[in-house]
């Protein structure tokens, strides 16, 4: 087992992280605790990373001199998420290096280059159709035959920006209610369960995957993640060799969650990827021997790899706004923090509103579904 890191790496090393929410608050704690300072440019958004951070850079993604002053601040950079202007990630990888690339990233932010990339290179996907007018979804709709769900080309996450459709609508209502925006129809794949394989691919190709997490959403959103996933040795092992064709075939470098839906026959289909540290990713804070925010900053420093051992089965609970009694009201923590293997993790979110990602639990041991769905009853 390798162990994490805990002491000064290079005090001339400063990791830049476009991007200040939760996830770039988890990669600065992560640098903080390496040894590392950390400058978090949050594009003018809400930036809960700022309070963790030594520097901030709070101005727009598309202003040319946040632009200057976050290269200058910073040795080496990283995302936190995927919708960055992509000529804002060429002009920092032109300047200090950027890891994953904009390229890499590029496709990832962009359904339509997602689905071409993985038809491109034999990854099993569900069927698609690119539509940019009323006509072209007609034929989609007409060659589909059947169920499918229209999802906006770029910029959608967590179930925004889709519409699921039995096929038996009219195409000109479909696409009025979508909003006549350039889409990808892809066809409905009949799945028994979903999972995700984080996969971790360091500069010089050396490769390593963690154990596939079961995903169980709500309204959309990540509820749970149950690792190992409840799925055979056969199916858990291709799906670590499809996350890893995934990272070779994008050149990547730095951490990758690859989504996954499992078939009734235990068949895979790629559903999306996330070119940086995954929400079904957090358990690895606590259950495993090397995070996935140490692993993507390992990467970005040049550093090996760590150990992706699962040191403890566990799920990851996410704490959802729902759980607030109001928009600034928590839930009482003394049941969690009373249970035995539970560690909570809270974000710094000021205001909690609908299914809002306030923060999330990981509960250890065997029995940790069981701790998951008494803690769930008692705040729901």
Not at 140 to 149: C, I, K, N, T
Not at 172 to 177: A, G, I, T
Request: hydrophobic residues 40%; charged residues 25%; contains cysteine.
């Amino acid at each position: 087992m390798s162990a994490s890191v805990f002491f000064p790496l290079d005090q001339q090393q400063v990791v830049g992280v476009i991007g200040g929410g939760q996830l770039g608050r988890m990669l600065a704690l992560a640098a903080r605790r390496m040894g590392v300072r950390s400058v978090v440019w949050t594009g003018g958004l809400e930036a809960p990373a700022v309070e963790v951070a030594d520097e901030v850079i709070d101005k727009p993604f598309d202003d040319p001199q946040a632009l200057l002053d976050f290269c200058g601040k910073a040795t080496v950079a990283t995302v936190e998420f995927e919708n960055i202007p992509l000529q804002t990630m060429r002009g920092v990888a032109g300047k200090i290096g950027l890891f994953p690339s904009p390229d890499a990233v590029g496709i990832c932010q962009n359904r339509e280059r997602e689905k071409n990339f993985l038809r491109d290179h034999g990854i099993p996907c569900a069927p698609f159709w690119v539509v940019d007018t009323l006509d072209d979804l007609t034929a989609a709709m007409a060659e589909l035959g059947g169920p499918g769900v229209l999802k906006t080309a770029a910029f959608g996450y967590d179930g925004k920006g889709q519409l699921r459709i039995s096929g038996e609508e009219s195409p000109s209502d479909v696409w009025q209610q979508f909003g006549k925006k350039r889409a990808v129809l892809e066809g409905w794949v009949p799945f028994e369960k979903e999972i995700s394989v984080m996969v971790v691919r360091s500069s010089d190709g050396e490769l390593r995957s963690y154990d596939p997490a079961e995903n169980r959403h709500r309204e959309h959103i990540l509820d749970v993640s149950i690792v190992p996933a409840v799925i055979r040795k056969e199916v858990a092992d291709e799906a670590r060799a499809i996350a890893a064709t995934v990272a070779e075939a994008l050149d990547y470098q730095g951490i990758l969650g690859v989504e996954f839906f499992v078939n009734r026959d235990g068949s895979l289909v790629v559903n999306e990827m996330a070119p940086r540290p995954h929400n079904s990713g957090h358990h690895t804070l606590d259950a495993c021997a090397c995070s996935q925010f140490e692993q993507q900053l390992r990467v970005v420093l040049g550093l090996p790899l760590g150990s992706t051992e699962l040191i403890s089965p566990c799920v990851m609970l996410n704490l959802l706004g729902d759980f607030w009694s109001s928009e600034t009201e928590p839930p009482d923590w003394t049941s969690l923090l009373q249970t035995k293997g539970a560690v909570l993790h809270l974000y710094g979110k000021r205001r909690a509103k609908g299914m809002r990602k306030m923060g999330h639990a990981t509960l250890l041991g065997e029995d940790a579904l069981k701790k998951a769905e008494v803690l769930k009853a008692a705040w729901l």
